[in-house]
């Protein structure tokens, strides 16, 4: 039997779009949205990640495991900075001019 | 004038050989011109050219005075350049071609696009001025706009059009999502002045489509020398790939423009990591500093997690708490994620106590409750119960038992992390007592994860653990709670069974194996279980002298079917054997003999069955003298196969043999010459019996024999050689573990797995889930690649002494990637020569009044069979 692999660099309930108190019921019903949104014969890749954290995440037991021991001290700092601080504002042309333009 | 004619003078050639003569100290001028010095060769070339006048010095003196103009203009001396250019270009008459370009680079200093590209519009414009005038264009016009309006070309200029085209790209790429074809911009050639600037457009677009590594792509063909390479840093700072540069203020602004502040934030973050790696104090407070005030600028809802984040990496290394409080602009707060985060950090240090550990996940649990990530008795807390209980089990029984008296005498609780700290966190810590250090007992540690979450695997660690422990009461009390918990389970009753039975209370344990009957009855354990009971009440009736009884024994053992295959019907005769000879029965004793002879196929083993089947009656040695035939042994009658095989059939049915001392010698002489003779489960069994008595040699050999035989049970073997070898040799012991680990899990089995951990636990038995055991550090322990395997096994396979003594040669262990050749190994070999085989007849039992004293079986490790 393939072993999930329980330590997901990302958030299992993140891949789900899940909140952290969704029971079981929830998880399984975001489970089944990503896998009619991402299906296994068109995005193999993004399918085994939403399987994964769906492996871990149904098992009452091992979702505790995962809260326990998915924390990483030692992680570089700026994981800590969500997906939305990478967003990059249109400035138009004039500030990137500057740039070239300075000596 | 003057020198216009000194010039034409003609240079002479050197008599008799057609050949120009030397211009003098042309070397020396080059080399100079080559090293930069532009003035002092400018110099030196005006006084060879006074002194020969001839044309070729003259080009020397013009390409001296170019260098001195480039030279001018590079440190920003455009009028001197500009005034120098123009007395040469008059003065010489090479100089006109010789100083194209250096014209071009005058007239682009002044700053004036239209008087740069004017020459464009001449079709007859020498090429090498075309070639500058590109080359100026390519590295420093920065203003599209000016370029595509031009008037000094025509309208329809190709560098009128393909600047306006990147004009508009530009503004389009910086402004919005753009199609591909926006792209594509076919006006600019790939070849012109303004390519890179068509990468540049490229590269923009990428990093707003956040491909970063399109845009690390197109950055990195960008010719470092163009215009549009000054925007390569601030792209890459911005793709977080350029850390350390310090950027201009346009380029700040620009980022911060694009990015917001948290640019600033990444970096800081990223400054501070650095800063952790080198463990300094004075390097790693400055950047907590900056790092919390570039959080609190530009993401202030992060600053707390961040400050916990720093305060658990300082305790790690121990930095003082005051200066990292003061750095941090205050203590971070001490609630369930801080505690996590802590009991994570400890559990990956390698300096980690497991009591502080424990600790640390017990503060996580009470202020996870007080904050309601789970309930205080859900599954959640059932889980770190066990986690916890896990931990403990790491530590050597014997050990964990001083910790926890150092411990318990001088813990005093976490009071010094509550200070500065909110009254909500401060309350979580009052409300629970001190003195409740229950998370140092793994006992109370399964009992509460069971009570709130019972399940079979709790269960099932708890009672592997339970099993080790000197009171055989604490077992059966888990096994009690088991079944009381979880009643459709059958192993709490065979357990309680096993125990009932090993006390000799076997009608409590038949009542226990007819309930698990009842649940049950097809299950091979239970069906085991049957056979080993009624095994052993044969023997307890045998100790009782009751033959009638032994009779009916063996009669509801025959009809249990699990009781007709292999080699146990030879035990049954042997029991009824037993019965025979309690009875005194000599005939029917010898019928029985036959009948054992007859199934195993060996006198020898008929012998050793009937040994077995004595010591579990407690038959005493003049009955067995008086009941065993004497019968000659065929000399091909191994000793060490008949003892394999009775090792094998007694384990089977719960009446381990015992091989007795006097024959180890004997034994192992046998085993390092029986090639083929013994199957490998029997080895198994031989090698697992000569351990049960200490006869560490005898298990080696039986290793050596299996790990000889290669194949899918190598892991097997191989755990067999880790048990057997001595003590001192516990390198060698950890990488026959850590193999037969990873062999294990190549295979998938988990039993092998289950007890190698435990061996190197210094437990036995315990089964550790998989899942629990890959998320443990005994997994990184364990990691083996293909090649030190194949060295272990190799290793194992050519060492087939046993370890004689502690002066072997010191030994590097293989995870350490030192690979032992052949040779080296095969200096260990100890050949064995096997004794004639009649020398077994006098232990076998032919000339019995010789044999040792006899003592009891269950006294492992000492002498004969009785």
């Given at each position: 039997m393939r072993q999930p692999n329980i330590q997901l660099n990302e958030d299992p309930r993140e891949i789900l779009g899940v909140p952290p108190d969704a029971g079981d019921e929830r998880i399984r019903d975001a489970y089944l949205q990503k896998v009619k949104e991402h299906p296994p014969d068109r995005e193999p890749a993004t399918f085994e990640r939403i399987r994964d954290a769906y492996e871990v995440l149904r098992d009452p037991r091992r979702r505790a495991l995962h809260m326990f021991?998915?924390?990483?001290?030692?992680?570089?700092?700026?994981?800590?900075?969500?997906?939305?601080?990478?967003e990059r504002k249109f400035t138009g042309g004039d500030p990137w001019l500057a740039v070239l333009r300075e000596k | 004038m003057k020198y216009n004619q000194e010039t034409r003078l003609p240079r002479p050639s050197v008599h008799g050989t057609g050949a120009s003569v030397p211009i003098p100290q042309e070397e020396d001028l080059r080399a100079l011109l080559a090293k930069g010095k532009t003035k002092p060769a400018v110099e030196l070339a005006r006084e060879i050219h006074k002194r020969c006048g001839w044309p070729e010095t003259e080009v020397l003196l013009v390409d001296a005075y170019a260098a001195r103009i480039r030279s001018l203009l590079k440190t920003g001396l455009k009028e001197e350049a500009k005034a120098l250019f123009e007395l040469v270009h008059k003065r010489y008459s090479s100089a006109a071609a010789r100083l194209a370009d250096v014209g071009v680079l005058v007239s682009a200093s002044s700053g004036n696009l239209e008087e740069l590209l004017r020459p464009l519009n001449d079709p007859a414009v020498l090429p090498e001025i075309r070639r500058a005038i590109a080359c100026v264009v390519k590295g420093q016009v920065c203003d599209l706009s000016a370029l595509a309006e031009c008037r000094s070309l025509t309208a329809d200029h190709p560098l009128r059009t393909a600047a306006a085209a990147l004009l508009r790209a530009f503004a389009a790429v910086t402004a919005g999502p753009v199609e591909e074809s926006a792209l594509l911009l076919p006006e600019v050639s790939h070849r012109g002045p303004l390519a890179s600037w068509k990468i540049l457009v490229r590269a923009i677009a990428y990093f707003y489509q956040q491909d970063d590594a399109a845009c690390e792509r197109s950055l990195g063909i960008i010719d470092p020398d163009s215009a549009p390479a000054r925007l390569i840093p601030a792209l890459r700072t911005m793709l977080h790939t350029n850390t350390g540069q310090r950027l201009a203020p346009a380029a700040e602004s620009l980022m911060a423009l694009v990015c917001g502040s948290k640019v600033s934030l990444r970096r800081a973050l990223q400054a501070l990591d650095s800063a952790f790696q080198t463990k300094v104090q004075d390097k790693i407070l400055p950047e907590i500093q900056r790092a919390v005030t570039a959080c609190e600028v530009a993401y202030p809802q992060l600053l707390e997690r961040l400050r916990q984040y720093i305060s658990v990496r300082a305790l790690d290394l121990d930095l003082p708490t005051r200066k990292v409080r003061a750095a941090l602009g205050g203590a971070s707060i001490k609630n369930a994620y801080f505690w996590r985060l802590y009991a994570r950090s400890a559990e990956s240090s390698d300096e980690a106590l497991e009591l502080l550990i424990c600790a640390q996940w017990e503060q996580f649990r009470r202020h996870a409750v007080a904050e309601g990530w789970f309930a205080e008795k859900g599954s959640e807390a059932a889980a770190l119960y066990l986690h916890m209980a896990e931990l403990l089990l790491e530590v050597p029984a014997k050990t964990l038992e001083r910790q926890r008296s150092k411990f318990t005498a001088r813990f005093s609780g976490f009071q010094d992390y509550y200070e500065d700290q909110p009254p909500v966190i401060r309350e979580v810590q009052a409300?629970?007592?001190?003195?409740?250090?229950?998370?140092?007992?793994p006992s109370q540690l399964f009992e509460r994860a069971c009570a709130i979450d019972p399940h079979r695997e709790a269960f099932e660690r708890w009672l592997n653990w339970a099993k080790q422990e000197s009171d055989g009461r604490v077992a059966d009390h888990v096994a009690e709670l088991w079944h009381r918990a979880l009643p459709l389970h059958s192993q709490p009753l065979l357990y309680l069974m096993e125990s009932a039975e090993k006390r000799g209370a076997l009608n409590r344990a038949t009542a226990f194996l007819a309930q698990a009957q009842k649940l049950d009855a097809v299950n091979p354990e239970v069906r085991r279980a049957a056979l080993r009971l009624l095994v052993a009440q044969t023997g307890r009736h045998l100790q009782q002298r009751k033959p009638h009884l032994v009779e009916q024994d063996v009669a509801a053992l025959e009809a249990l079917?699990?009781?007709?295959?292999?080699?146990r019907p030879a035990f049954l005769a042997a029991l009824r054997w037993a019965g025979a000879v309690v009875r005194g029965d000599a005939e029917l004793a010898s019928s029985f003999f036959g009948q054992i002879g007859r199934v195993l196929g060996s006198s020898a083993a008929a012998i050793l069955a009937c040994e077995n089947a004595g010591a579990l009656g407690r038959l005493t040695r003049a009955d067995f003298d008086r009941h065993v035939p004497q019968v000659s042994l065929d000399p091909a009658d191994s000793l060490v196969v008949a003892t394999a095989r009775v090792c094998a059939l007694g384990d089977d049915l719960g009446a381990p043999f015992t091989i007795p001392t006097a024959w180890h010698a004997r034994l192992c002489q046998e085993l390092t010459n029986a090639h083929g003779e013994l199957e490998r489960w029997q080895l198994e069994m031989l090698g697992k019996a000569a351990l049960r008595t200490n006869q560490k040699e005898l298990a080696y050999r039986a290793s050596a024999a299996g790990l000889e035989m290669g194949g899918d049970q190598e892991a097997r073997f191989l755990l067999l050689r880790a048990r057997a070898l001595p003590e001192w040799e516990f390198e060698r012991r950890d990488d026959c573990i850590a193999a037969t680990v990873e062999l294990g899990r190549r295979c998938g089995d988990m039993a092998i797995i289950n007890e190698a951990i435990e061996l190197r636990r210094g437990h036995r038995n315990t089964m550790t889930k998989f899942l629990d055991w890959l998320v443990s550090e005994d997994w990184q322990d364990f990691s083996m690649t293909t090649e030190q395997i194949h060295a272990v096994l190799q290793h194992e396979k050519h060492s087939r002494a046993f370890p004689s003594g502690r002066h072997a040669p010191l030994r590097v262990p293989f995870r350490e990637t030192v690979f032992l050749d052949d040779k080296e190994l095969e200096k260990d070999d100890e050949p064995c020569a096997l004794d004639?085989?009649?020398?077994l007849v006098p232990e076998m039992g032919q000339p019995r009044e010789k044999r040792p004293k006899r003592i009891r079986r269950d006294l492992p490790g000492q002498g004969d069979l009785f």
């Open positions: 021991l998915s924390a990483d001290p030692r992680a570089p700092l700026v994981s800590l900075l969500p997906a939305s601080s990478q | 409300k629970y007592k001190k003195s409740d250090l229950y998370f140092l007992s079917p699990q009781a007709q295959v292999a080699d004639d085989s009649n020398q």
